[in-house]
Every structure is written in C-alpha cells, then in structure tokens.
C-alpha cells in the first residue's frame, strides 16, 4: 500500500517562500521518480514537478518554471518542493506520487499539505 506524508503547507504572501516535503514509505519511494501534484478548490489534480531517482531530469510545470524547485533526499525518502515568488494561483493542496513521466503510477494518495497564497 502506498504511504505518502506531506507538511509544510500554511499560509503565506505573495511573492514569498514556502518549503513543502513529502515522506513516503521505502516501497514507495524505492528508486521511483516523484513528483508533485496540485489540486485547486473545484479544479482537477494537476502536475507541477517530478525528479529522477538520481536528480539527472527534473520537470516542471510551466507555471511554476522558474519559481519552484523539487529536490530529494533517497536517504530520507523524502521529497521536497521549494516555492519562491509564490502568487495567489498557487493556491492549492499539494501532493506528492511516484509517477512515470508526468503521470502517477496509481491513484493512491496521502493526505496532502494546503497552500493558501494571499495578496
């Protein structure tokens, strides 16, 4: 079964930073690429940024390029999304999922971390 923790969300200004992070379980952390995900209020999940197992490709959304960063600690099967100049439409839940490419290897979830971006 899939176990994903993420925290760190909370509320924050605009144009400021927040440091999400995921732990999942080693089964599925694994050697997987992670990603994370979004889900606005009445709005259907969408992608925002995966990493490799080895860091050597990441991806993003184009709506996060440049402001966002995903890293991760296999050590710690922890994966972490830095915001920087985060504006009112990042306002969401977050999630993180083992994925191949852009989409998630199932539909199994954690609970997910809300971000609340105010002007």
């Known amino acids: 079964q899939v176990q994903l923790v993420e925290y760190g969300g909370g509320l924050v200004q605009a144009g400021g930073s927040l440091k999400l992070s995921c732990v999942a379980s080693?089964?599925?952390?694994?050697?997987?690429?992670m990603g994370w995900f979004r889900q606005a209020s009445g709005k259907e999940r969408e992608f925002v940024a995966s990493i490799t197992w080895g860091g050597s490709l990441i991806e993003y959304a184009d709506s996060v390029k440049g402001r966002f960063t995903i890293s991760r600690d296999n050590s710690k099967n922890t994966v972490y999304l830095h915001m920087n100049s985060v504006k009112p439409e990042d306002t969401a839940v977050y999630y993180c999922a083992p994925v191949v490419g852009t989409t998630p290897i199932n539909d199994n979830w954690g609970q997910g971390t809300q971000v609340t971006v105010f002007s």
């Open positions: 080693e089964r599925t952390f694994g050697r997987n690429v």
